[in-house]
């Protein structure tokens, strides 16, 4: 029984990096960032709202708007994020304090770190 996903290079390598959370965990990764967006993420379709994603107007949409556990993201789409998720690490409010903060910076800086590897090689990022 599968407890969280991965997001991972769609290569073989298996030193290729990767960054991981429960379901739970993404979830809340991801309503921050849409938090980030100022986008009310329980508002839009797939979060309990009925806002669709094609009204939403963020470079952040292709993950956002993402499957939990299937699927890929291009090395394209992954290009296109990187400059907003780097804007959105560095330049964190309070984060000295704030443990749940300094959480969601380290899992962006991770990400960034998987999605550079992907535009780097070429190859898509993978949910699983």
């Excluded at 379901?23 to 991801?30: A, I, P, T």
């Amino acid at each position: 029984m599968r407890m969280g996903l991965m997001l991972c290079p769609a290569d073989d390598d298996v030193d290729s990096p990767d960054v991981s959370w429960s379901y739970y965990g993404f979830d809340l990764f991801r309503q921050w960032l849409a938090g980030a967006e100022e986008i009310a993420a329980a508002e839009t379709a797939g979060s309990g709202g009925a806002r669709p994603w094609s009204d939403v107007t963020t470079a952040l949409t292709p993950l956002l708007d993402h499957p939990d556990d299937e699927g890929e993201l291009s090395p394209a789409q992954c290009a296109a994020m990187l400059p907003r998720l780097a804007a959105i690490a560095g330049d964190p409010p309070r984060m000295a304090d704030d443990d749940i903060l300094r959480r969601r910076v380290d899992d962006t800086r991770e990400l960034i770190g998987v999605m550079t590897y992907c535009v780097d090689r070429d190859v898509p990022l993978a949910f699983c």
